[in-house]
């Protein structure tokens, strides 16, 4: 079998690694010659800001690439309880500072992808493609299969690389729903949420003294009126990386003056606190983000049996909740699980494809509800309101306030926020009646002292 993943970034090498166990040939396509060090390429610009790497993403990296941890760890990235080394201030609290068995993994998203990229160049069987452009689809006579794509290396002729399976890894900008529809097979429906969010990003030395104790924070945002949010995090080059955030075009500046004024306006001054006596070592770096969308390939009626899409291309969430990469994990570690059920020939990839989809519907589902419920929560966010919506917001309202004292809830959210466990275990019945009683007796004071 031939695989041909479009697309270098987390997603495509996740993708790739997942085929390289099935494949005779698996070749990775992509614009960019991505650098052998740690910094921002063009394909990825968002890649100069904070990145989270969820904990359920981290377990899908380390089944992909046994050792992998101990490799980051021994190269400076920070391994966190994310219930005790994370300081989260929200909905006007600062969170229960405790041991939650949520284990995260902290760096730079350049440093991540290099290291992930020089596994993947280890694989006998995968290629890396690079300065080279897809420039669309070959499809057989009837449309239902792939058989290859164009391809334009250095900006020179097209030619057409044979495939037996092709997995869009393309991002945001993936053009598979033009291509489909040139084909006559038709776009797949979408769902959007317009939050316009912007960021600015800068690295700091701190002083050594006083020491932090922590190794990240985050100071949210908060519906209706609350748009601008903050986070720090201690990274493998031992600097303090700092994004903030602002939605709905309440953009953080990107001069001196104007971050650190932002970052005193947060909720919470203890961001602001961390760097006003700091020294800065990069320049301030911005970027734009206007929209959640989700292309909904499997509400399509005939897509090709053998055209799979990954993680941006197919959902692309409002980045300040950091599920991008884990999402993109897990539906790899979906596909892992498809091809290893079934066998992936011509006669079976129907199969092959159909299970896929269905696999990541809950993972997708969980994340998009996550993110979207929040931001639906601002009156500015441009998207219809499901049924129930208000409700759902209060209840989890009363779960956020309660991960302020006490730790099963804490924890349960932490394990869900992670992706390690389902939405639904935040409605489970301990859960469900702890919420009961906190909104019929109300709770204790939210602390509101740096812990």
Known sequence: MRAIVIGASVAGLLAARALSDFADEVSIVDRDVP????????????????HG????????????????LEDLTSQGSRVTDTGQDVLWFNNGGWRLRSKVGVTGCIQTRPFLELQIRRRIAKLSNVRQLFAASVTGLEMDAT???????????????EKVLPADLVVDCSGRGSKTPSWLDAAGIGKPPITS??????????????????????????????????????????????????????EFRDYPPDDEAGFLKFAESLEHPALFQAIQDAVPTSPIVT?????????????LKDPPANLFVLGDALCSFNPIYGQGMTVAAQEAQVLHKCLAETNPSRDEIVKVHKDYFHG???????????????????????????????????????????????????TVWNQVTNMQ???????????????????????????????
């Not at 449309?143 to 002729?157: F, I, K």
């Not at 924070?217 to 601008?228: E, G, H, S, V």
């Not at 998009?368 to 209060?394: C, I, K, S």
């Open 35 to 50: 650098p052998d060090t740690p910094v921002s390429r063009k394909g990825v610009p968002q890649g100069r800001h904070l």
């Open 53 to 68: 790497l969820l904990a359920g993403g981290l377990d899908a990296l380390m089944s992909f690439f046994p050792g992998i």
């Open 143 to 157: 449309n239902s299969h792939v058989t290859g794509v164009r391809v334009s290396e250095d900006a020179g002729p």
């Open 193 to 246: 949420v317009t939050v316009n969010v912007g960021y600015s990003t800068r690295y700091f030395r701190v002083p050594e003294k006083p020491a932090f104790d922590w190794l990240a924070m985050l100071i949210l945002n908060r519906p209706p009126d609350r748009t601008r949010l903050g986070a720090a995090s201690f990274v493998e080059s031992g600097e303090l990386q700092v994004t903030l955030g602002g």
């Open 287 to 299: 970027y734009r983000f206007p929209a959640h969308v989700w292309n909904h390939y499997d509400r």
């Open 360 to 410: 990541i519907s809950g993972i997708v589902k969980a994340a998009w509800a996550m993110a979207t419920g929040a931001d639906l929560a601002y009156p500015q966010a441009e998207a219809a309101r499901p049924f129930g919506h208000g409700a759902v917001n209060r209840y989890l309202n009363h779960v956020i306030s309660m991960t302020c004292y006490d730790r099963k809830v804490l």
């Open 421 to 451: 466990r389902p939405l639904s275990a935040l409605f489970a019945l301990p859960i469900m009646a702890r919420v009961v009683r906190r909104a019929l007796a109300g709770g204790p004071p939210l602390n509101t002292q740096l812990p």
